[in-house]
């Protein structure tokens, strides 16, 4: 089955670090386009990051760049998302995402991201 | 603040049909496709429609989604109760360089 499993999330101080992963199964990461997308709990959806197939290329929201940073290991099929200064608002579920020709056509199950003293 | 603009509730009665409009600009809608997504209490987000009208095997043609300028909207006709869900429009944004989402409708079926 063509999945994505997210996991990393925690509770974490305010200037804290984190970095969360995203496996993918039955299909090669390094093929797609990935995304990350987070949600505040009860709030929208909101873009947070891409990564280009090559891992040459990638690109931020203005609300999380200089401080999240997205990369990918091939030989894990894997990808992650570094997450350093971590703010209050920062609370989310993290959602990685498939992207192809521009959709999302898969999601992981998200994990959660608490940033709290 | 959300990229794209929707109504924060819709609703509407088993077997009727329900419109969702999204509102963007000439920098994301006006000049790139539009996707929809559904999401059901609890789970991850689930494509809908991409490419303004097209629909991903498995999702009814009770979906249909269409774009004009720099709007675009989801119908959803023959509503069953388990479409109540939230659903999100999407379109890239050439400004921000970054995918820009809707605030999300809540759709309750009465």
């Known amino acids: 089955e063509v999945q994505l499993v997210e996991s990393g999330g925690n509770l974490v101080q305010p200037g804290g670090s984190l970095r969360l992963s995203c496996a993918a199964s039955s299909f090669i990461l390094k093929n797609y386009w990935m995304h990350w997308v987070r949600q505040t709990p009860g709030k929208g959806l909101v873009w947070v990051s891409r990564i280009n197939p090559g891992g040459s290329i990638t690109n931020y929201a203005d609300s999380v760049k200089g401080r999240f940073s997205i990369s990918r290991d091939y030989a894990r099929n894997t990808m992650f998302l570094q997450m350093n200064s971590l703010r209050a608002e920062d609370t989310a579920i993290y959602y990685c995402?498939?992207?192809?020709?521009?959709?999302?056509?898969?999601w992981g199950q998200g994990t959660m991201v608490t940033v709290s003293s | 603040q959300s990229v794209l603009t929707q109504p924060p509730s819709a609703s509407g009665t088993p077997g009727q049909t329900v419109t969702i409009s999204c509102s963007g600009s000439?920098?994301?809608?006006?000049?790139?496709?539009v996707y929809w997504y559904q999401q059901l209490p609890g789970t991850a987000p689930r494509l809908l429609i991409y490419?303004?009208?097209q629909r991903p095997s498995g999702v009814p043609d009770r979906f249909s989604g269409s774009k004009s300028g720099t709007s675009a909207s989801l119908a959803i006709s023959g509503l069953r109760s388990d479409d109540e869900a939230d659903y999100y429009c999407?379109?890239?944004?050439?400004?921000?360089?970054?995918?820009?989402f809707g605030g999300g409708t809540k759709l309750t079926v009465l």
């Open positions: 995402a498939r992207d192809v020709g521009g959709e999302h056509d898969i």
């Open positions: 000439s920098s994301n809608i006006g000049p790139n496709t």
């Open positions: 490419k303004n009208n």
């Open positions: 999407a379109s890239w944004d050439d400004s921000l360089y970054g995918v820009g």
